[in-house]
Nanobody, 124 residues
């Protein structure tokens, strides 16, 4: 029942920053775990980061530590991915994700709704 629309992708230089936005439909946004995945050409979709419904808990793998952060505004049904110190290897299609389940479930790709994706390209 939730629809997700990403925006903010584009071309950025090595070391630059970019903020992606995700707008969600629905009346129960604050009950959803929100997150981001990415998929590079020829590679599997990988989990990037997630945040719980209240915004008090986040989880991310090591490759984003110190560079990426997630936030949400439950009054606006919005989630954001702030990316700093971008590297060419960050180039991928980035997908917004929402789940009525838990952060571990989202990491596993279980019970997840997906946005259409937005391209992020980091040049050298």
């Amino acid at each position: 029942q939730v629809q997700l629309v990403e925006s903010g992708g584009g071309l950025v230089q090595n070391g630059g920053s970019l903020r992606l936005s995700c707008e969600a439909s629905g009346r129960t946004f604050s009950r959803y775990v929100m997150g981001w995945f990415r998929q590079a050409p020829g590679k599997e979709r990988e989990f990037v980061i997630a945040i719980n419904g209240t915004g008090g808990v986040t989880y991310s793998p090591a490759f984003v530590k110190g560079r990426f952060s997630i936030s949400r505004d439950n009054n606006k049904n919005m989630a954001y991915l702030q990316m700093n110190s971008l590297k060419p290897e960050d180039t991928a299609v980035y997908f917004c994700a929402a789940s009525p389940d838990t952060i571990p479930a989202m990491r596993a790709g279980v019970n997840v709704y997906w946005g259409q994706g937005t391209q992020v390209t980091v040049s050298s």
